[in-house]
């Protein structure tokens, strides 16, 4: 049982589809109307069918006023992390406060070498993920004095002027998976952001993978808790009967949300669907009774947040 304390967010993953933009648009809204968390949109620049995710997160975040937003993950290789960095907090200040930082290493090396950015073996990858983490807090960090100076192997920093500054204290998600990736996110990173569709088995996986970052946090001189656990759950439907996890009846979604935070430490979970129903059924019906059911197993009064 592991249960690292966040507070709980319930946000949706959003396919950036350019034939349907006003349909990711208003899934977005829908979201923000109905007092979920967080829109999240997948990063892939080198995929045509997609728009280009910096500029859909832009445009949503004037098109919504409260719900937080996030590149899930954004794609380090083709996002110098310093312009990514000041762009960050650029609509970080713009969207007062709404913009979390969801990053990868990169993946589908062949379109990103077809875009012109460099293609590096998974090990090089996650050093260069390690740089530029550093690098992005470096030039967030408008308190220290100097500009920022980088001698890396895959990125170099001569001074740059820091700034400018967040208007919140941006969090940093990795999407991981590997060994090194993992220990990287206990290391540097805010939170861990994989896709249980993608772990070996599933939800199951959890544990052994959260124990790789709670290892790599002690190393690093951290707390465990210091590394929020989000979660992205593709195929989702709600149906009369169970059919595996986040498909089946309403109940069965809190009895499984209240478990993945409480037994996995599992505090934010993004769905899938693109679906406006799926959206309002799950800020109505489900994540209330998670918050109750939660904070009534952490013995807090009200509920969990």
Do not use: C
Request: aromatic residues 6%; proline residues 6%.
């Amino acid at each position: 049982m592991t249960d690292y304390g966040h507070d709980l967010l319930f946000g949706l993953f959003v396919t950036p589809s350019a034939r349907d933009a006003q349909h990711v648009l208003d899934v977005a809204a829908t979201a923000d109307r109905t007092g979920l968390d967080l829109v999240t949109f997948q990063d892939h620049p080198y995929q045509p069918a997609f728009l280009d995710t910096w500029t859909l997160l832009s445009y949503a975040a004037a098109r919504t006023e409260r719900v937080r937003l996030a590149g899930n993950v954004l794609s380090l290789p083709l996002r110098p992390p310093a312009v990514l960095a000041r762009a960050a907090a650029s609509l970080d200040v713009l969207s007062g406060g709404r913009f979390e930082l969801g990053i990868g290493a990169g993946a589908f090396w062949d379109g990103i070498a077809a875009m012109g950015g460099r293609r590096l073996t998974a090990s090089q990858g996650v050093d260069a993920l390690r740089e530029a983490v550093t690098i992005i807090r470096d030039l967030w960090d408008t308190d220290t004095r100097g500009g920022v100076r980088h001698e890396g192997r895959y990125y170099t920093m001569a001074g740059a002027k820091r700034g400018p500054k967040p208007a919140h204290d941006i969090q940093i998600w990795v999407g991981s998976y590997k060994p090194r990736m993992l220990a990287l996110t206990g290391a540097v990173g805010d939170g861990w952001l994989p896709t249980v569709e993608y772990l070996p088995d599933g939800v199951a996986s959890l544990p052994e993978l959260n124990a790789r970052i709670d290892e790599a946090a002690v190393a690093a001189g951290r707390q465990p808790a210091e590394v929020r656990r989000l979660l992205n759950v593709m195929n989702v439907r709600f149906s009369p009967t169970s059919r595996g996890l986040l498909s089946g009846p309403p109940q069965q979604w809190v009895e499984q949300l209240a478990d993945l935070a409480l037994s996995h430490g599992v505090t934010a979970v993004l769905v899938g669907g693109d679906d406006h129903t799926i959206a309002e059924r799950y800020a109505a019906e489900v994540t209330p009774a998670v918050r109750e059911l939660v904070a009534r197993e952490r013995g807090v009064t009200g509920p969990a947040r």
